[in-house]
């Protein structure tokens, strides 16, 4: 007769994890997750259950749910799967064999609340408020850059795209309730355009030219940690530069300096920074119908070197975390873009706390 699994065969179980690497254990020891359940409270706005009903699951728990499930790309059903199969799921959720798990459901309608509530700005910024208490403080300058976020693509007919290009709810729609709720009227399509090519003859060519559709994540990261400091979401075919003075800039980096590419380029930006206190180093741009000089070549291939560690960020959340937008509308996406952000911070935290013990 086969034996049933005791305690120590779990424990053992636990400990082989331990010993392979278990990245979400690391997060449990290296990040205090209670720090965000003033926040969560505050958002979720919970009764005092006098007049009875099922009591919540621990606000902290679930958060510590979307972290698992903006980690790895899940879900909701497939979260809820992973958290009953996987052991190192259950521990880093402080859960045993026995205590019930949320259900997909209650994990959409966490979310949903966190982002009714509009709640991702107040955890984001509550974590970097603790990143800072810790010493690691923002005086390298800043990096700017922007990444698009795919969304599911929409099939709406021309007049349908004029309408939501001037902000109306096409017509149709507005009488089909159920059609609306899976239309996206914040997602946009744009066009990324790659580098330009040089034909045997002389002339000039661009290589690339893909569509897109969804959102763009916009990023100011610390030159010298690589924190995520400040971000907004914009639809895809928002112009990046106008989102440069949008309170993109983080003002409490104490260096001057903002690295950003030649889309930033403009004499509004430029009077911004200024003003602000802050030092240009945005690309500058090709003189139209002239060659590069090449001074503003070398200044540009000097600041490209600055800038390229904002570009590990888009990397890391995209070829790791795998983050794409599967629901529908900005706020949605805020709160999924915003969760990924906390979450590489959490990732670059564990990094640096390792550096620091070896």
Known sequence: MDRAPGLFDVEERLQRLSDIGDQLEVYGKTVDFEVFRINLDKALAYGDRTKGGRPPFDPVLMFKIL????????????????????????????????????????????????????????????????????????????????????????????????????????????????????????????????????????????????????????????????????????????????QLRRGLLDKANTGSKVWADSAYRSSQNENFMEENGFVSQVHRRKPKGKPMPDNVRRGNNTKSKHRAPVEHVFAYQKQVMGLCIRSVGQARATTKIGLANLVFNMHRLVQLERRALT
């Open 67 to 242: 972290i698992i499930q903006t980690q790895n790309n899940l879900s909701d059903e497939r979260t809820e799967f992973l958290i009953n199969d996987r052991l190192s799921f259950m521990r880093f959720l402080g859960l045993s064999l026995t205590d019930k798990v949320p259900d997909a459901k209650t994990i959409w309608l966490f979310r949903e609340k966190l982002t009714r509530a509009g709640a991702i700005e107040g955890l984001f910024s509550r974590f970097d408020k603790t990143l800072r208490e810790a010493g690691y403080i923002a005086m390298s300058g800043q990096l700017v850059d922007a990444s698009l976020i795919a969304a599911p693509k929409q099939r709406n007919t021309e007049d349908e795209r004029n309408d939501l290009k001037q902000g109306r709810i096409p017509k149709d729609w507005r009488k089909n309730k159920a059609r609306l709720r899976q239309k996206d009227t914040h997602a946009r399509w744009t066009v990324q355009f790659g580098k330009a090519r040089q034909r045997k003859d002389g002339s000039k060519y661009l290589d690339l030219a893909i569509p897109h559709f969804g959102y763009k994540a916009h990023t100011s990261i610390d030159k010298g940690y690589r924190f995520i400091r400040k971000w907004l979401v914009t639809d895809a075919a928002s112009h990046d530069g106008r």
